[in-house]
């Protein structure tokens, strides 16, 4: 009989010895194995096999003698279950049960053990099994051979070096003291080994030999421990190549040992060994050859193998699945950009934010095919395909979005030379191929019905009233804005707004931009008097806007001829002026004028010049330099900023040879991939062809656009990025009108800057293109915070050599700003969210320094330096 066994056989006795009668409940059966060999001297033991009729026929004649006979009587039920069955009896003698008062009646599993095994193993580790036991994670047998495990096996050690005889704590600072060689030696030295292997085996069900040396038990213990998490947390049935791995047998063990494995990986002081040695594993199980189905390992954290393995499953099954499948592949890509493996490898956050926002594409071309072929799709009116593009809570402009969210990722993605990215190319490739099939579609039909309209859109802003109808009565009545951005697109604008309007109220109008959608008419055309503009050639193969007399040709005129007409004192400057604060003279300037003109970068050039990974950078950036800007503007005293585009573009693949036509000819005035404007000239079936006039623009030229995404034939010129056409890409421009908010005239401040801020490094140095970094907060008093928008970069020598990429939580993809959240179990705290930027600048520098920034103020709230860079870029 086992020591524990034993302790409950004396507990019992003593019992009948003192009271003679003893009814005994075990509501959780611990005890029917040993209640059916119990032996007391001089004692019947009757038991209860599911008849109290039968039972009492059994006690009933020991019950009639003169004395009280000595009798056990195991029942194992509930005492409430019994319906008072027992009564009788129970008034006669005493009970026992899990719970009864005094405590020499208590006869709870856990209680027995502690009192069993104190004098044995000590207090401490007493109390830890009592856990375990509470936890269901041992029984009496398992106690029992624990007790003969702990025979001759000195006390107290293991709790003198580690400071707790806690097995969980024990077991994390023991996996993760590989490094720490005096921790071992003291093992050793002190003779612990047994002790140690007796209180993490029982712990954990793993058979540790106490003989081995501190290091093999440690990778013995982690491939346990690690093993079982990761069965234990698998869904369905088990690879063949796994099932004879041997691991923690009973549901409690398992999760026992799961729960310490996530100790592990969320203890961030500890997350280098967990990483080190989950790598170890996964060789020694073989992982990368194991054909995970991605079903399967979902909830899966435990090794990189399995994350990749589910990366692999995304987007295999993206590739193949139906539409209303995808939904689903795509929230699980997004939720595992918070993985252990994603906030530590930020190349893996990368890929899953790659994944998503393909299956995102690739869902919104399905559904806008489907809606292109609908009955009512096919009848519609260019009006009402114009709506259907711009209008509404899913608006058909969200496939640009998509792709240019693509786009942006891919270009900044690090792909290896090997087929590790294999699917995750295939998988973009379908979805470029999506998206000029459907967007190229998309295109032609608008343009049909745009014909048959006459080239009418009915109530729709034209972008030659836009200074008439949205900026002049703002300007009547206070300091107004008028912000100029070269190539807005409408899907551009949309997010821009949905951004600000967090913040600020605004409206958001979609305008028809005149044709030919090129920067020399859509700038001018945001003039006074353009409502009666006309297109003209302005010599050299360039076109220009005639208004009142005067032609329109470039930013110089522009700007002149919006101070001669305007009204009021017009003062210009450039975006750039404006961030991240302006020079006094800017400032001054800004202050006593009653319009302010701001113009932008020109995307046009880059996009023209074919610097693709450049020009889809600077579309982002100018979203956030908008957002910025807009707030530099209010704490100036503008009232009103009125944000207008010349353009929207065409931005995707290199056109195939069939996608490209001979333009008409004729007398050319200008000629773009896009557009052909002149006189004469052949008609072909792959383009359009109308008169300038049919626009409402004047004048007696003509033009010629491709049907689609098709493009003419033009010497030099980008072979990516378009613009001069008539698709709802080109012609949709967006018009914010934006009421900011003055934050008391100080350019820099925060008011989250009194919060404590720290920022966790993923690693000490920058090795690849890809590099993260975890932001906590606190209040530093004892008030509940509101979470501020924030924004990470990597400077050197003052200047952004990042773009962020992705985050745990609360990335916003038309800024890159991240909004942070208060933690769950604390209102003065940030919930902790890692960051991961792509290294997109250039330096010479031999370290960096890595800011966070409040979003909205762009004032620094904490900073990390002197990381090293260790690539060239």
């Keep these: 009989m086992g020591l524990v066994t034993e302790h409950l056989r004396r507990l019992i006795t003593k019992q009948v010895d003192d009271h003679s009668i003893v009814v005994w409940f075990d509501p959780e059966k611990h005890y029917q194995a040993f209640a059916a060999e119990l032996e007391i001297p001089q004692t019947s033991i009757v038991r209860y096999d599911g008849s109290f009729f039968a039972l009492r026929h059994q006690i009933e004649p020991l019950l009639a003698a003169d004395e009280p006979p000595r009798l056990v009587i195991y ?67 398992d106690l029992d051979r624990l007790a003969d495990q702990g025979k001759g096996i000195a006390t107290g050690v293991v709790s003198l070096i580690f400071g707790t005889g806690n097995p969980p704590d024990v077991a994390l600072e023991f996996l993760s003291s590989e490094r720490r060689p005096a921790l071992d030696a003291e093992i050793a030295s002190k003779g612990a080994g047994a002790e140690l292997a007796m209180l993490l085996g029982a712990a954990f069900e793993v058979d540790l030999p106490g003989t081995e040396s501190p290091a093999e038990m440690r990778a013995r213990l982690a491939r346990h421990i690690l093993a079982t998490d990761l069965l234990a947390s698998l869904q369905g049935e088990i690879p063949a190549q796994l099932r004879t791995v041997k691991v923690a047998s009973r549901p409690a063990m398992r999760q026992t040992c799961a729960t310490l494995a996530r100790a592990w990986r969320l203890r961030r002081d500890l997350r280098d060994s967990y990483v080190a040695r989950a790598t170890r594993v996964a060789q020694e199980l073989g992982l990368a050859g194991v054909a995970f189905e991605p ?104 496939l640009d979005t998509h792709h240019r969210h693509m786009e942006r990722r891919y270009h900044n993605f690090d792909f290896d030379a090997g087929d590790r990215h294999q699917g995750l190319q295939q998988l973009i490739v379908k979805a470029r191929i999506r998206y000029m099939e459907i967007g190229g579609a998309l295109a032609e039909h608008f343009l049909s019905r745009y014909r048959e309209g006459k080239f009418q859109l009915g109530s729709v802003l034209r ?11 703002q300007a009547a009545e206070g300091k107004t804005a008028y912000v100029w951005v070269d190539a ?81 004192k017009v003062y210009d400057t450039k975006l750039e002026s404006l961030l991240p604060s302006p020079k006094r003279k800017v400032e001054e300037g800004i202050r006593s004028a009653d319009l302010i003109l701001i113009t932008s970068q020109e995307i046009d050039d880059l996009g023209e010049r ?45 056109l195939e040879s069939d996608m490209k036509l001979d333009a008409p000819g004729g007398e050319t005035a200008d000629l773009h991939r896009r557009v052909w404007v002149g006189r004469g000239g052949r008609a072909d079936d792959g383009y359009l062809r109308a008169r300038l006039s049919d626009f409402a623009l004047g004048g007696e030229l003509e ?67 890809f590099f993260s970094v975890q932001v906590k907060g606190v209040a530093s008093d004892l008030f509940e915070v509101t979470p501020p928008k924030v924004r990470v970069e990597i400077r050197a020598r003052g200047e952004s050599l990042s773009t962020p990429v992705s985050a745990s939580y609360g990335f916003e993809e038309a800024t890159g700003d991240v909004q942070l959240k208060l933690a769950e179990t604390d209102a003065r705290a940030i919930e902790p969210n890692t960051i991961t930027l792509a290294i997109t600048g250039e ?31």
Aim: aromatic share 6%.
């Design 75 to 141: 029942v194992p039920l509930a005492q409430p279950d019994t319906h008072k069955a027992l009564i009788e009896v129970e008034t006669l003698g005493v009970v026992i049960k899990p719970g009864q008062q005094p405590p020499t009646r208590n006869t709870r599993l856990s209680i027995v053990a502690r009192n069993a095994l104190k004098p044995l193993l000590g207090e401490e580790s007493a109390t830890a099994i009592e856990k375990q036991v509470e936890a269901g994670n041992h029984t009496l047998g």
């Design 463 to 473: 972008q030659t009233e836009v200074f008439a109808r949205k900026v002049k009565p």
């Design 610 to 654: 074919d610097n693709i990974p450049l020009a889809r950078r600077a579309m982002d950036g100018m979203l956030y330099e908008l957002q910025r800007a807009v707030r530099v503007l209010g704490n100036l005293g503008v009232k009103k900023i009125t944000i207008a585009a010349d353009h929207g573009f065409l931005f995707g693949d290199e």
């Design 295 to 398: 079903s399967c390992i979902t909830d899966v954290e435990t090794f990189l193998e399995t994350e990749r393995s589910l990366q692999r499953g995304v987007e295999a099954k993206l590739l193949q699945a139906a539409t209303g499948e995808m939904p689903h592949l795509i929230d699980l890509a997004q939720s595992r950009q918070s993985s252990f493996w994603s906030e530590n490898l930020p190349d893996v956050q990368a890929q899953w934010a790659l994944i998503a926002v393909a299956g995102r594409l690739l869902v919104e071309a399905d559904r806008i095919e489907r809606e292109l072929k609908s009955p009512a799709s096919s009848a519609a009116s260019a009006a009402n395909l114009f709506a259907a593009y711009t209008e509404g809570d899913r608006p058909w402009c969200l």
């Design 843 to 873: 330096t010479e520098q031999k370290s960096v320094t890595v800011y966070l920034l409040d979003a909205a103020s762009g004032f620094e709230l904490a900073r990390l330096e002197k990381i090293e860079i260790a690539i060239a870029i």
């Design 703 to 769: 033009i010629a656009a491709p049907w689609g995404f098709a493009c003419f034939k033009v010497k030099g010129g980008g072979t990516a990025y378009f613009h001069g056409g008539l698709s709802p890409q080109e012609l949709a421009i967006p018009v914010i009108v934006v009421t900011p908010k003055s934050q008391g005239g100080a350019v820099g401040g925060s008011p989250f800057s009194k919060m404590e801020w720290k920022l966790t490094p993923g690693s000490q140095k920058i090795s690849t293109r």
């Design 488 to 568: 807005l697109r409408f899907e551009m604008g949309r997010e821009l707004a949905e951004t600000l309007a967090k913040e600020l109220e605004l409206e958001l109008t979609a305008a028809v931009a005149a044709v030919p959608t090129i920067t020399e008419i859509g700038m001018a055309a945001l003039l006074p008097g353009a409502e009666s503009a006309k297109v003209a050639a302005a010599g050299d193969g360039k076109l220009g806007l005639e208004i009142d007399g005067a032609m329109i040709r470039d930013r110089d005129d522009r700007v002149n001829f919006l101070k001669a007409k305007a009204g009021g």
